[in-house]
């Protein structure tokens, strides 16, 4: 399993792999896959998480592309450094 990862423009390239069945890839890698149950269209990702079922082989595609946009981070946030590295250096002794 690769841990490549790839910005969210590179697009996802789908192939239809069986009748029922369309996969993904994304700069030449595994994305995951759709497959039609024959009552809706289940989603995996790279990973084989379920992220669910959709009515719409559209809306499945689309469930799978947005899995790959990652969270913002928040705009604001606090650091502290480990304590070791708060302390003063000490001064040389003459």
């Keep these: 399993m690769s841990t490549t990862t790839f ?6 390239t789908w ?6 069945v369309h996969v993904a890839t994304r700069a030449g890698e595994f ?3 759709v497959e039609f ?3 809706a269209h289940l989603v995996r990702d790279q990973r ?3 992220l669910g079922s959709f009515r719409s082989l559209d809306d499945a595609r689309r469930a799978l592309e947005d899995s790959h946009v990652p969270e913002p981070r ?3 946030f606090t650091f502290t450094l480990p304590r070791a ?5 000490r001064r040389a002794r003459a």
Excluded: I
């Design 85 to 89: 590295l708060r302390r003063r250096p």
């Design 37 to 39: 149950d024959g009552a």
């Design 74 to 76: 928040p705009l604001s």
């Design 48 to 50: 084989g998480a379920d």
């Design 7 to 12: 910005s969210p423009s590179d697009p996802l």
């Design 15 to 20: 192939k239809q792999a069986d009748t029922d």
């Design 31 to 33: 994305a995951g896959f």
